[in-house]
């Protein structure tokens, strides 16, 4: 995928999403990550990792799991311009994917295998994630069905970062601002409800602080 679908889909004078550089960077030494909850239409996660100058990208519904028994889907969209990894804010209802979004963990990757193109068109890529919430061994692999092609399964492997705790319930807050999602939509301009529905209750507000 090229950055062609992403710049398609957004009118950017309405939307503070960046467009994008017209040249992207150098491969870097250490490849970055990025998971952002976005309060749309439905609640997700978006499951980013820089390869080839963007951002490959994954829907993931209920977010990832630490527990290698469960199999998040994970459907592929289209890649996302490196910069997206730095945005946190609003998207603007009526445009696409209007919605609060959070910058809900980030960090670096590594390939098991640093042919990445080949494994991504095997349909299984197996990784590990250095990030403040995800870390420790990985692995995407493809499915039939959703929709063809676009139908990935997000998995933990089993190692010592694994856990039966539910950390998208644990650590609801951001990594760049400490924000709840409600909080980022109330000081820039989006939908408080909304955005409020999908944070978790009161009692269990204090992760990150």
Do not use: C
């Not at 909850?37 to 978006?46: C, E, S, V």
């Not at 100058?53 to 969209?77: F, N, Y």
């Amino acid at each position: 995928m090229a950055l062609e679908a992403y710049r398609r889909k957004r009118r950017f004078d309405r939307t503070s999403e960046p467009k994008g550089a017209a040249r992207p960077r150098r491969r870097a030494k250490k490849l970055r990550f990025v998971v952002q909850k976005h309060g749309a239409r439905r609640l997700h996660y978006d499951f980013r990792l820089e390869w080839g100058g963007v951002l490959l990208s994954w829907a993931v519904p209920k977010g990832p799991s630490l527990d290698p028994r469960v199999k998040r889907l994970a459907v592929r969209v289209e890649d996302h311009p490196l910069e997206y990894a730095q945005f946190e804010g609003v998207i603007p209802a009526g445009e696409y994917g209007g919605g609060t979004v959070m910058i809900w963990d980030r960090g670096t990757w590594s390939p098991d295998d640093p042919d990445v193109a080949e494994h991504l068109d095997r349909g299984e890529l197996a990784f590990t994630l250095n990030g403040a919430k995800l870390t420790g061994g990985w692995a995407l692999v493809r499915t039939r069905g959703y929709r063809s092609g676009e139908s990935w399964l997000l998995i933990k492997r089993r190692d010592g970062a694994a856990s039966t705790r539910d950390i998208t319930a644990a650590e609801p807050r951001s990594v760049a601002s400490d924000r709840l999602l409600a909080e980022i939509a109330l000081a820039e301009g989006g939908d408080v409800r909304r955005a409020a529905a999908a944070d978790p209750p009161p009692s269990k507000r204090s992760a990150g602080r």
